[in-house]
């Protein structure tokens, strides 16, 4: 067997590793070592666009334009090293013309490549789109001229001042790159016609003029607030290009003008210049230049100032940062491509076979920039090629397809089953293929989402010994599809059919957001969008909005329809403030609350104050939102300004930044990543402040290209987690190997085993290598998995480890106690466990003493296994009053004991069948009444009978032990006063070196058979036997044997001892040897049994008598008795009794006393027999 498990692991690793080949590391079949880039001439210049390959030859190279293959003319031709040669490049309309688009195709014998998209451009300028105009300024103010022009390349534009060109040699004027004339300071010199000339490699364009018209200052000028005349504008720009952002400044006297980020990051001085006075000129623009800048004039040595703010969006061109690999893959199986690219606008993905699109068809699908080929055939074999492309252009890699070809497949998985586990987990099942199961050496098991189009298809290998498993990472309430894959050596089955199952739903996984208004002093409007699907994890059946005042711990709380996004809220106080939180629901319940989001309503006022606008958020990116209003209908006239408040959740309200009336937008930057933020807006007017508008926002995480580019650490190793108490769980893991120092924490997630509601799942964070997790429910078992993050970077979970806690010490004491007396000196006590969730109950201790000794502080203890839930209480004085209690305990320790009930033992045996009565008065019912431990007339003559015979056969059995000269040893017992664990002086110790289970009290035992059952009966067990309730009208004592044969080793005695059950006794004596002529008659065995049963003292009841003891010693065996055993006359098995001469051969005897339970063997001497005078006690 393990020889065969060897073999199946081997195959399995050398699949695992034949999964993995991806071909040659460095793709050497075919490949380009020169593409044609993008390039720029003039009208009948000649142009060579490169295009070389290398590989195994030969090899075949062909040009595209625009798509489609061209053909070679004396004007258009193929060199020699596979570059196209364009003579005299054209610009003409249509077909004429030779821009365009090209790439080259290279091909063998292993397929073909395409090279990247070279962008052909004949030069042109177009007419200005924006001319110059004239415009009269003030003596010392600022002038400013602008033209815009289209052109390719773009143009340099230089400005002329009547009709010469301008000298920049002064700091009053600035020309910027982007077609802007600023003149500060104007002088009288200044006036006169301004125009622009733009050029480039193709031609040079005059703008019309524009007039500039000075006129005199006056003598007084007063002081002006700074104001930005002509601030800077959103810009997108491309990469390595220049950006220009401007910012000119008016304002007496001269304002200052700086630059800042709305994200407060450090503006690259290295890249960075300021032109003029306060134009910002980026050069060599990059990623990381991307953001909001903000323009500030601040007139000197004062607080006054105006800001000016736009985004500078940088676009790049597609940039690969995960590339296909060159895979091997058997017929039948499945390949699977992988390619990512960087670039702004996101790049769009393009899957190209041997230079040809990929179509998506059942059997290839394309997603998320993935290609999937499944049941791959040998038309397969190709080379693939990932082609990202965006409005900055395009970036190819390529990977090659082997198939290797094999016979003899494994037919496909049948009868494939589906069954839904939880919400985020479904079981499958399936036969093994009909043909060739025996050479399948794995499966693969294929799923995805059923709904939706390209939809990513994820694969999990198993081995090939089960046929089940468990797929555990699903969305809630979801259809998906599955289907399985067998595979051999070298080859793979045809897909199964496919089968689809739904998962269930799940809670939420987070509260909408809440939108509020106030369209009187009385009432808030709330309004929140749907969830998402993903945030829904399920149909939304319910909403619970709650709310109360800031002051009033109070919650009201409302529940509104599934289908609802708004509610108003009326008969609020005017001027309070409101906290409002909402929660959703599915079927399966209610999912987390939002935070408390506060609200005050307007004041009670006649007058006339601005309504609440409309307010709207959106995340400009993860640390930047934008903020939208309209103001409400009506109050547009009589809005002063605005006033906007935000802070982080949690966190304290910041003060309010006061926004111009006019103003209906607003960027707030600065902002962390996946954060929830609470965006406020009021407008004011001459009548005080309007009612507000509240919302919330969450900002997105921030993804940058070294995210994707760094690949996520691996997961903790070595996860272990011990049980340290009853609701904690130890944890410690390894870190894995790093090159570097860095600084890492860890999240830990717990959760019970089987949990169906994922928002009660636990997560944990830590700095350190180990965890306590507590607060967890006792004899629980918990699933654990710890994840590593490093320099925001997250690791996979580890593998799940699991742990149970420990159970916690009962804390009620065992329920339903009753003591109930059931003859002389003996009692029946009975109890059930207690009354709390996943107690365990290893044993239980029970306190009994008669009013007496409880004074004196003398309590008998009795112990008994966790499984029992019942005990007799022997020798018990009649005349008294006893109390009894009861405690459960287990490892973990002793919970508290019981009430104490009374038992009264009255002398004369007029107690019999009384109940048990509680301390606090309350008495139990008496159950005999309805006929339980009742005794009549009939009953009680067959137990003097009994007890009669039972006596006589004693006393004949102590004869012939006294006449064989058998010793006896004493039995002592032990006394135990509660609080003092030593026993009495002069007490003989036990027979035997066991402990003994129950600790007996000093009062001796005096009845010699009882029975210890369990669950409770209505019958009356004295020393002959157990004797039927009144309602029956006929009583019968039978005798049984059972017909087994039992073998034991030489020299040994089996014992069992018994429990009663009704209308069964049995009494055999067994000698191991042939069937003898002398057979020894019943009379005989049962004149021997007492004697030679003697010896067993290891009872639970007592360890004076041998009986009682031997009766009890497996009480666990009671409620199975009557199943046990058929009825038979008293007799002896066949050929199992012997006569003296044969036991004296030296063969071993076996005494057998049973009555339907547990069994005992003691070895005897070879040579002695249980009745031999010499044989020492048993």
Same mark, same amino acid.
């Given at each position: 067997?393990a020889?065969?498990?060897?073999?199946?692991?081997?195959?399995?690793?050398?699949?695992?590793v034949f999964?993995?080949?991806?071909g040659?590391?460095?793709?050497?079949?075919?490949?380009?070592?020169?593409?044609?880039?993008?390039v720029?001439?003039?009208?009948?210049?000649?142009?060579v666009?490169?295009?070389?390959?290398?590989?195994?030859t030969?090899?075949?190279v062909?040009?595209?334009?625009n798509?489609?293959?061209?053909?070679?003319?004396?004007?258009?031709?193929?060199l020699s090293?596979?570059?196209?040669?364009?003579?005299?490049a054209e610009?003409?309309?249509?077909d004429?013309?030779d821009e365009?688009?090209?790439?080259?195709?290279?091909?063998?014998?292993?397929g073909a490549?395409?090279?990247q998209?070279?962008?052909?451009?004949?030069a042109?300028?177009s007419?200005?789109v924006?001319?110059?105009?004239?415009?009269?300024?003030?003596e010392?103010?600022v002038?400013?001229?602008?033209?815009?022009?289209?052109?390719?390349p773009?143009p340099?534009?230089t400005?002329?001042?009547n009709?010469?060109?301008?000298p920049?040699s002064t700091?009053?004027i600035?020309?910027l790159?982007?077609?802007?004339l600023?003149?500060?300071?104007v002088e009288?010199?200044?006036?006169?016609?301004?125009?622009?000339?733009?050029?480039?490699i193709?031609s040079r364009?005059?703008?019309?003029?524009?007039?500039?018209?000075v006129n005199?200052?006056?003598?007084?000028?007063?002081p002006?607030q700074?104001?930005i005349v002509?601030?800077?504008?959103?810009?997108t720009?491309?990469l390595?290009q220049?950006?220009?952002?401007?910012c000119?400044?008016?304002?007496?006297p001269?304002?200052?003008?700086?630059?800042?980020r709305?994200?407060?990051?450090?503006?690259?001085?290295y890249?960075t210049?300021?032109?003029?006075?306060?134009?910002?000129?980026?050069?060599?623009?990059k990623?990381?230049?991307?953001?909001?800048?903000?323009?500030?004039?601040?007139?000197p040595?004062?607080?006054?100032?105006?800001?000016?703010?736009?985004?500078l969006?940088?676009?790049?061109?597609?940039s690969l940062?995960?590339?296909p690999?060159?895979?091997?893959?058997?017929?039948?199986?499945?390949a699977r491509?992988?390619?990512?690219a960087?670039?702004?606008?996101?790049?769009?993905?393009?899957w190209?076979?041997?230079?040809?699109?990929?179509?998506s068809?059942?059997?290839?699908k394309?997603?998320?920039?993935k290609l999937?080929?499944?049941?791959?055939?040998?038309?397969d074999?190709?080379?693939y090629?990932c082609?990202?492309e965006n409005?900055q252009?395009?970036?190819l890699?390529?990977a090659?397809?082997?198939?290797?070809?094999s016979?003899?497949?494994p037919?496909a998985?049948?009868?494939?089953?589906?069954?839904?586990?939880?919400?985020?987990?479904?079981?499958?099942?399936?036969d093994?293929?009909?043909y060739n199961?025996?050479?399948v050496i794995?499966?693969?098991?294929?799923?995805m989402?059923?709904e939706?189009?390209n939809n990513?298809?994820y694969?999990?290998v198993?081995?090939?010994?089960t046929?089940?498993?468990?797929?555990?990472?699903?969305?809630?309430?979801?259809?998906y599809t599955f289907?399985?894959v067998?595979y051999?050596p070298?080859?793979?089955?045809r897909m199964?059919d496919?089968?689809?199952q739904?998962t269930?739903?799940?809670?939420?996984?987070?509260?909408? *957001? /809440?939108? %509020?208004?106030?369209?009187s002093? $009385?009432d @808030?409007? +709330?309004? !929140?969008? #749907?969830l998402t699907?993903?945030l829904?994890?399920?149909l939304?059946?319910?909403?619970r909005?709650?709310?109360?005042t800031a002051?009033?711990?109070?919650?009201v709380?409302?529940?509104?329809?599934?289908q609802?996004?708004?509610y108003?809220?009326e008969?609020?106080?005017?001027?309070?403030?409101?906290l409002?939180?909402?929660?959703?629901?599915?079927q399966?319940?209610?999912?987390?609350?939002?935070?408390w989001?506060?609200?005050?309503?307007?004041r009670?006022?006649?007058?006339?104050v601005?309504?609440a606008p *409309? /307010?709207? %958020?959106?995340?400009?990116?993860? $640390?930047t @939102?934008? +903020?939208? !209003?309209? #103001?409400?209908?009506?109050?547009?006239?009589?809005?002063?300004g605005y006033?906007?408040?935000?802070?982080e959740?949690?966190?304290?309200?910041s003060?309010?930044?006061?926004?111009?009336?006019?103003d209906t937008?607003?960027?707030i930057?600065?902002?962390?990543p996946r954060r929830k933020?609470?965006?406020?807006?009021l407008a004011?007017s001459?009548?005080g402040?309007?009612?507000?508008a509240?919302?919330?926002i969450?900002?997105?995480?921030?993804?940058s290209?070294?995210?994707?580019?760094?690949?996520?650490?691996?997961p903790?190793?070595h996860?272990?987690?011990?049980t340290?108490s009853?609701?904690?769980?130890?944890l410690?893991?390894?870190?894995?190997?790093?090159t570097t120092?860095?600084?890492?924490?860890y999240?830990?997630?717990?959760?019970?085993v089987?949990?169906?509601?994922?928002?009660?799942?636990?997560?944990?964070?830590?700095?350190?290598q180990?965890?306590?997790?507590?607060?967890?429910?006792p004899?629980?078992r918990y699933?654990f998995?710890?994840?590593l993050?490093?320099d925001?970077?997250s690791?996979?979970?580890s593998?799940?480890?699991?742990?149970?806690t420990?159970?916690s010490?009962?804390i009620q004491?065992?329920?339903?106690?009753k003591?109930?007396?059931?003859?002389?000196?003996?009692?029946?006590?009975?109890?059930k466990?207690?009354e709390e969730?996943?107690?365990?109950?290893?044993?239980?201790?029970?306190?009994?003493a008669?009013?007496?000794?409880?004074?004196?502080?003398?309590?008998q203890?009795?112990?008994?296994?966790?499984?029992?839930t019942?005990a007799?209480?022997?020798n018990l004085?009649?005349?008294n009053?006893?109390?009894v209690?009861?405690s459960?305990?287990?490892?973990?320790?002793?919970?508290?004991?019981?009430?104490?009930?009374?038992?009264?033992v009255?002398?004369?045996?007029?107690s019999?069948g009384?109940?048990?009565?509680?301390?606090?008065?309350?008495?139990e019912?008496?159950?005999f009444?309805?006929?339980?431990y009742?005794?009549d007339e009939k009953s009680m003559?067959?137990i003097i009978?009994?007890?009669?015979?039972?006596?006589?056969?004693?006393i004949?059995?102590?004869?012939?032990?006294?006449?064989?000269?058998?010793?006896?040893?004493?039995?002592?017992?032990?006394i135990v006063?509660?609080g003092?664990n030593?026993a009495?002086?002069?007490?003989p110790p036990l027979a035997?070196?066991?402990q003994?289970q129950?600790v007996?009290a000093?009062?001796p035992?005096t009845g010699?058979h009882?029975?210890?059952a369990?669950?409770?009966?209505?019958?009356?067990i004295?020393?002959?036997?157990?004797?039927?309730p009144k309602s029956?009208?006929?009583k019968?004592?039978l005798?049984?044997g059972?017909?087994?044969k039992?073998?034991f080793?030489?020299?040994q005695?089996?014992r069992?001892?018994c429990?009663?059950?009704?209308?069964?006794?049995?009494?055999?004596?067994?000698?191991?040897?042939?069937?003898?002529?002398?057979?020894?008659?019943?009379?005989?065995?049962?004149l021997r049994?007492p004697g030679?049963t003697?010896?067993?003292q290891n009872?639970?009841?007592s360890?004076?008598?041998?009986?009682s003891?031997?009766?009890?010693?497996?009480?666990?065996?009671?409620?199975n008795?009557?199943?046990?055993?058929?009825?038979?006359?008293?007799?002896?098995?066949?050929?199992?009794?012997v006569?003296?001469?044969?036991?004296?051969?030296?063969e071993?005897t076996?005494?057998v006393?049973?009555?339907?339970?547990?069994?005992?063997?003691?070895?005897?001497?070879r040579?002695?027999?249980p009745d031999?005078?010499q044989?020492?006690p048993?």
């Open positions: 067997m020889s065969s498990e060897k073999k199946i692991y081997q195959r399995l690793l050398v699949f695992a999964l993995s080949i991806s040659v590391s460095c793709f050497s079949e075919l490949f380009f070592i020169k593409e044609p880039h993008d720029t001439v003039t009208r009948r210049d000649c142009v666009l490169d295009c070389q390959a290398r590989g195994e030969p090899i075949a062909t040009w595209l334009k798509g489609l293959r061209i053909s070679e003319n004396e004007r258009v031709y193929l090293n596979g570059s196209l040669y364009i003579s005299e610009g003409r309309k249509a004429k013309s365009g688009f090209y790439q080259c195709l290279a091909q063998n014998k292993y490549i395409l090279s998209k070279a962008r052909l451009t004949i042109s300028i007419p200005f924006i001319q110059p105009t004239s415009t009269a300024v003030t010392g103010s002038a400013r001229f602008t033209c815009r022009i289209t052109a390719s773009p340099i534009i400005w002329e001042f009709r010469a060109t301008l920049l700091q009053r600035t020309a790159p982007n077609g802007v600023q003149i500060h300071g009288q010199g200044d006036a006169g016609n301004y125009r622009c000339v733009a050029t480039n193709a364009r005059r703008s019309m003029e524009a007039a500039l018209i005199p200052a006056p003598a007084l000028q007063p002006q700074p104001r002509a601030g800077p504008q959103n810009l720009t491309t390595h220049n950006a220009v952002l401007e000119m400044a008016t304002g007496r001269k304002p200052l003008v700086s630059w800042s709305a994200d407060h990051k450090p503006i690259d001085v890249n210049r300021v032109l003029g006075n306060g134009n910002l000129i980026i050069s060599d623009v990623p990381q230049h991307a953001g909001v800048y903000v323009c500030r004039a601040t007139t040595g004062t607080r006054n100032y105006t800001i000016a703010a736009a985004n969006t940088v676009l790049a061109p597609p940062v995960e590339w690999e060159s895979l091997t893959r058997p017929r039948a199986g499945t491509f992988v390619c990512q960087d670039g702004v606008p996101p790049p769009h993905i393009t190209l076979k041997n230079g040809e699109r990929v179509h068809n059942g059997r290839i394309m997603y998320n920039s999937v080929i499944n049941q791959i055939i040998p038309e074999d190709a080379i090629q082609l990202a409005e252009g395009s970036v890699s390529m090659r397809l082997i198939v290797v070809m016979e003899d497949r037919s998985p049948r009868n494939v089953r589906a069954e839904t586990v939880s919400s985020s987990a479904i079981l499958l099942a399936w093994r293929p009909l199961s025996d050479k794995a499966y693969s098991v294929h799923y989402k059923a939706g189009l990513e298809e694969q999990v198993i081995g090939n010994d046929t089940r498993y468990i797929i555990d990472d699903l969305e809630p309430a979801n259809n289907y399985i067998a051999m070298m080859g793979a089955s199964s496919h089968i689809i739904h269930l739903e799940d809670v939420p996984l987070r509260a909408p *957001e /809440l939108s %509020l208004t106030s369209r002093p $009385t @808030i409007q +709330v309004s !929140w969008q #749907p699907a993903k829904s994890r399920g939304v059946s319910a909403y909005l709650s709310f109360r002051a009033d711990a109070t919650v709380s409302v529940e509104l329809p599934g609802a996004t708004q108003v809220v008969g609020l106080q005017p001027d309070t403030i409101y409002l939180r909402i929660t959703a629901a599915t399966v319940g209610w999912g987390e609350q939002s935070a989001t506060s609200h005050r309503t307007p009670a006022s006649s007058a006339k601005p309504l *409309e /307010l709207h %958020l959106e995340p400009l990116n993860c $640390t @939102i934008v +903020v939208h !209003w309209r #103001p409400s209908p009506g109050n547009a006239g009589m809005i002063q006033r906007l408040f935000y802070h959740e949690g966190q304290p309200e003060a309010p930044i006061q926004l111009p009336g006019r937008q607003r960027l930057g600065g902002l962390d933020y609470h965006v406020k807006l004011h001459s009548m402040e309007g009612y507000q509240d919302r919330t969450s900002t997105p995480g921030c993804v290209v070294r995210d994707r580019l760094v690949p996520p650490p691996p903790p190793h996860v272990y987690a011990q340290n009853s609701t904690s769980v130890h410690r893991w390894g870190r894995p190997a790093f120092g860095q600084a890492v924490n999240t830990v997630r717990c959760n019970p089987g949990l169906q509601n994922a928002s009660l799942v636990l997560y944990l964070q830590t700095a350190n180990s965890l306590q997790v507590s607060d967890l429910e004899n629980t699933e998995a710890v994840r993050h490093v925001q970077l690791s996979p979970w593998p799940v480890v699991y742990q149970t420990l159970p010490v009962p004491p065992p329920s339903a106690l003591a109930t007396l059931i003859e002389d000196g003996m009692a029946l006590v009975s109890w466990l207690p969730r996943n107690v365990i109950v290893t044993r239980y201790t029970i306190l009994y008669s009013r007496k000794a409880w004074v004196a502080g003398e309590w203890v009795l112990h008994k296994e966790g499984s029992t019942m007799l209480l022997e004085e009649p005349g009053i006893y109390l209690k009861i459960a305990s287990n490892q973990m320790g002793e919970g508290p004991f019981s009430t104490a009930v009374e038992l009264p009255l002398p004369g045996g007029s019999l009384h109940n048990s009565k509680h301390l606090d008065g309350s008495a019912a008496e159950e009444s309805n006929g339980f009742q005794l003559t067959g009978v009994g007890v009669s015979i039972a006596l006589a056969c004693i004949i059995c102590v004869l012939i032990l006294v006449y064989r000269g058998k010793a006896r040893n004493p039995l002592a017992t032990k006063r509660q003092n030593q009495q002086r002069g007490t035997h070196d066991q003994a129950n007996e000093p009062t035992v010699r009882f029975v210890d369990k669950g409770g009966s209505n019958l009356i004295n020393s002959s036997g157990p004797v039927n029956q009208s006929k019968k004592w005798f049984f059972r017909e087994e039992l073998n080793g030489r020299g005695v089996q069992r001892t429990s009663y059950q009704p209308g069964m006794t049995i009494l055999r004596y067994n000698e191991e040897a042939p069937s003898s002529p002398h057979p020894e008659s019943p009379l005989q065995i049962l049994c030679d003697e010896g067993s009872s639970e009841g360890h004076e008598t041998g009986d003891g031997r009766y009890s010693h497996d009480e666990t065996e009671m409620t008795l009557s199943s046990s055993s058929q009825p038979s006359p008293l007799g002896v098995e066949p050929g199992g009794d006569g003296e001469d044969q036991a004296s051969v030296g071993p076996h005494l006393v049973e009555m339907g339970c547990s069994v005992e063997t003691v070895n005897l001497p040579g002695r027999t031999s005078p044989s020492p048993l």
